[in-house]
C-alpha cells in the first residue's frame, strides 16, 4: 500500500512521512503511525498541541495523573503568590508542586529573595559595593540564622539594609490556563485513531472538508464540547487514566465521540457517507475503543447499556446538528 500524508491530500507540503502519535505525547500518548508528513507533524505539535497546557483542566489532569511532573503540567501558567507582607509575585510551580517565587522587585518597590538564595544574593551585593567603592566590608554571613526576624537589619559600611521573613503559607493564583481545548487537536486525534483502524478510509473525498478544518482552522462545524466545565474548578473533576473514542455510522453519517481523561467529553460529525461498505474493520464502530495512558495498553469495551444509551443520544445529536450547519456554512473546497 502506497501511504502518504492525509492532509497533503488538501495541503500538499511534500515532507517525509513521520510518526504521528495517535493520542498527543503532552496528554499521555504514546503510540504512533506513519501517516502524516513531517511538516505537518511539527506544524500540529508548534501551533495546536502547544495549546492544550493552556487548560487548567488538561493542566490539572497531567499533575493529579502524574503524567507530567507539576513544573511541567503547569509550565503555561504565570503564577502569582501573595505572602503576608508582598503580594503579587511572580513565581512558579516546582517538581515537587510547591509554589516557589522568583527573587524580583516587588510592588511596593523591595527586594524579595526566596529563603533559598538570600545569602548568596546578599554575598553578591556586598562584594559588587566593594569592588564599586574599594571599600571592605566586614559582614559576618555565617550569623545570619541568628539574626531575628521582621526587623530591618543594616549591612554597615553601605546602603544595604534587609529584614528576614519567616517562610509561610501564602495564596497562589494561576493565569493564562483558560484557554479553551483546542478543537482542531479533538478533530485530529479521532481522525488519525480513524487511520490507524483503516487508512485507505480516510483518504476518500469525505474527509477533505474536516481535514481542512484541521488544517487552516476556520469556523467549526463538526465539534461539540458536551461536558459542561464552566464555573467547574478543575481540581473538583474526577481524571481518570485513559482516554477513550467511539465512532459510529449514524443516520448516514460517520460520527464520534471522545473523552479525554473520561471526563472530558466532545462529539464529533465527520461528514455524510452514501455507504460505509467498503471499511474493512466495521467490527470495530459503535465499541469503545481505550486508550489506557497508565498502563500503555489498547482494549476495546462494549460498554454498560445506560453509557451506551446516553452516547448514542449524543451521536445523534452531534449529526443532525452537523447536517444543519453544513446545509447553513457550506462545504470545503480546495
Same mark, same amino acid.
Given at each position: 500500500?502506497?501511504?502518504?500524508?492525509?492532509?497533503?491530500?488538501?495541503?500538499?507540503?511534500?515532507?517525509?512521512?513521520?510518526?504521528?502519535?495517535?493520542?498527543?505525547?503532552?496528554?499521555?500518548?504514546?503510540?504512533?503511525?506513519?501517516?502524516?508528513?513531517?511538516?505537518?507533524?511539527?506544524?500540529?505539535?508548534?501551533?495546536?498541541?502547544?495549546?492544550?497546557?493552556?487548560? !487548567? @483542566?488538561?493542566?490539572?489532569?497531567?499533575?493529579?495523573?502524574?503524567?507530567?511532573?507539576?513544573?511541567?503540567?503547569?509550565?503555561?501558567?504565570?503564577?502569582?503568590?501573595?505572602?503576608?507582607?508582598?503580594? !503579587?509575585?511572580? !513565581?512558579?510551580?516546582?517538581?515537587?508542586?510547591?509554589?516557589?517565587? @522568583?527573587?524580583?522587585?516587588?510592588?511596593?518597590?523591595?527586594?524579595?529573595?526566596?529563603?533559598?538564595?538570600?545569602?548568596?544574593?546578599?554575598?553578591?551585593?556586598?562584594?559588587?559595593?566593594?569592588?564599586?567603592?574599594?571599600?571592605?566590608?566586614?559582614?559576618?554571613?555565617?550569623?545570619?540564622?541568628?539574626?531575628?526576624?521582621?526587623?530591618?537589619?543594616?549591612?554597615?559600611?553601605?546602603?544595604?539594609?534587609?529584614?528576614?521573613?519567616?517562610?509561610?503559607?501564602?495564596?497562589?493564583?494561576?493565569?493564562?490556563?483558560?484557554?479553551?481545548?483546542?478543537?482542531?487537536?479533538?478533530?485530529?486525534?479521532?481522525?488519525?485513531?480513524?487511520?490507524?483502524?483503516?487508512?485507505?478510509?480516510?483518504?476518500?473525498?469525505?474527509?477533505?472538508?474536516?481535514?481542512?478544518?484541521?488544517?487552516?482552522?476556520?469556523?467549526?462545524?463538526?465539534?461539540?464540547?458536551?461536558?459542561?466545565?464552566?464555573?467547574?474548578?478543575?481540581?473538583?473533576?474526577?481524571?481518570?487514566?485513559?482516554?477513550?473514542?467511539?465512532?459510529?455510522?449514524?443516520?448516514?453519517?460517520?460520527?464520534?465521540?471522545?473523552?479525554?481523561?473520561?471526563?472530558?467529553?466532545?462529539?464529533?460529525?465527520?461528514?455524510?457517507?452514501?455507504?460505509?461498505?467498503?471499511?474493512?474493520?466495521?467490527?470495530?464502530?459503535?465499541?469503545?475503543?481505550?486508550?489506557?495512558?497508565?498502563?500503555?495498553?489498547?482494549?476495546?469495551?462494549?460498554?454498560?447499556?445506560?453509557?451506551?444509551?446516553?452516547?448514542?443520544?449524543?451521536?445523534?445529536?452531534?449529526?443532525?446538528?452537523?447536517?444543519?450547519?453544513?446545509?447553513?456554512?457550506?462545504?470545503?473546497?480546495?
Amino acid at each position: 500500500m502506497n501511504i502518504r500524508c492525509i492532509y497533503c491530500k488538501i495541503d500538499e507540503l511534500g515532507a517525509d512521512l513521520s510518526d504521528e502519535h495517535i493520542i498527543p505525547q503532552v496528554l499521555g500518548g504514546w503510540l504512533t503511525i506513519p501517516v502524516v508528513c513531517k511538516e505537518h507533524n511539527d506544524r500540529f505539535g508548534h501551533s495546536l498541541e502547544s495549546e492544550l497546557k493552556k487548560n !487548567g @483542566f488538561i493542566a490539572t489532569a497531567l499533575d493529579k495523573l502524574q503524567i507530567q511532573p507539576p513544573n511541567l503540567a503547569y509550565r503555561e501558567a504565570e503564577t502569582r503568590i501573595d505572602l503576608e507582607y508582598e503580594r !503579587g509575585l511572580k !513565581g512558579h510551580i516546582d517538581e515537587k508542586g510547591s509554589a516557589k517565587f @522568583f527573587p524580583q522587585v516587588s510592588k511596593e518597590g523591595h527586594r524579595v529573595i526566596p529563603e533559598d538564595q538570600t545569602i548568596n544574593v546578599l554575598k553578591k551585593q556586598i562584594e559588587r559595593f566593594e569592588n564599586k567603592t574599594g571599600k571592605s566590608i566586614n559582614f559576618d554571613l555565617e550569623e545570619f540564622d541568628n539574626l531575628p526576624y521582621d526587623i530591618a537589619i543594616p549591612v554597615y559600611g553601605t546602603d544595604i539594609i534587609f529584614i528576614k521573613r519567616k517562610a509561610g503559607r501564602g495564596n497562589v493564583i494561576m493565569y493564562g490556563l483558560d484557554q479553551p481545548i483546542p478543537f482542531r487537536v479533538i478533530a485530529k486525534i479521532v481522525l488519525t485513531h480513524l487511520a490507524a483502524l483503516y487508512y485507505p478510509f480516510v483518504m476518500k473525498d469525505e474527509f477533505d472538508p474536516i481535514k481542512g478544518y484541521i488544517v487552516h482552522g476556520g469556523i467549526n462545524r463538526f465539534i461539540i464540547l458536551h461536558t459542561l466545565l464552566r464555573n467547574v474548578e478543575p481540581k473538583s473533576v474526577n481524571y481518570l487514566p485513559y482516554h477513550y473514542i467511539r465512532i459510529n455510522f449514524v443516520e448516514g453519517a460517520l460520527a464520534a465521540i471522545i473523552a479525554l481523561f473520561g471526563a472530558i467529553k466532545f462529539m464529533i460529525f465527520f461528514e455524510e457517507f452514501e455507504s460505509i461498505d467498503e471499511f474493512k474493520p466495521v467490527d470495530f464502530l459503535n465499541n469503545y475503543h481505550v486508550y489506557n495512558i497508565k498502563n500503555k495498553n489498547i482494549f476495546h469495551a462494549v460498554g454498560d447499556d445506560k453509557l451506551r444509551e446516553w452516547d448514542d443520544m449524543l451521536l445523534r445529536s452531534v449529526v443532525v446538528w452537523g447536517k444543519y450547519m453544513k446545509d447553513n456554512l457550506g462545504v470545503y473546497t480546495k
